[in-house]
């Protein structure tokens, strides 16, 4: 099992900037995938981005394309998401959440990683980000 830790969320105003960072333990299989998702009171949990650890494939959802850049540092397991502009929506617990694969992971499965349709085994805790005047 794969320990995920979040951090870097806050309180930050509409139009601002914040960085999270999602910090793994060591994976058993070489070819992994990193997602960040996230859930608002009373809505259901969305992918935001997704990664892969081989060949940088990202995917994102509409809603922050444009605004989010996830990137991978993979000599030291961390994930980071830049989110610009914010907006009052984006509010919600970030989580984030890792898959690991026998081959390189392909922009469709990336994909259906950050859907749902695959579902994540392992979970971080979750790190607030509220956007507020």
């Known amino acids: 099992q794969v320990q995920l830790v979040e951090s870097g969320g806050g309180l930050v105003q509409p139009g601002g900037s914040l960085r999270l960072s999602c910090a793994a333990s060591?994976?058993?299989?070489?070819?992994?995938?990193i997602g960040w998702f996230r859930q608002a009171p009373g809505k259901e949990r969305e992918g935001v981005s997704c990664?892969?650890?081989?060949?940088?494939?990202?995917y994102y959802a509409d809603s922050v394309k444009g605004r989010f850049t996830i990137s991978i540092d993979n000599a030291k397991n961390v994930v980071y998401l830049q989110m610009s502009n914010l907006r009052p929506e984006d509010t919600a617990v970030y989580y984030c959440?890792?898959?690991?694969?026998?081959?390189?992971?392909?922009?469709?499965?990336?994909?259906?990683?950050?859907?749902?349709?695959?579902?994540?085994?392992?979970w971080g805790q979750g790190t607030q980000v509220t956007v507020s005047s």
């Open positions: 959440a890792a898959d690991e694969f026998m081959r390189p992971a392909q922009f469709s499965t990336v994909r259906a990683m950050c859907i749902g349709t695959i579902p994540s085994n392992d």
């Open positions: 060591r994976f058993a299989f070489d070819y992994y995938a």
């Open positions: 990664i892969s650890s081989t060949d940088d494939t990202t």
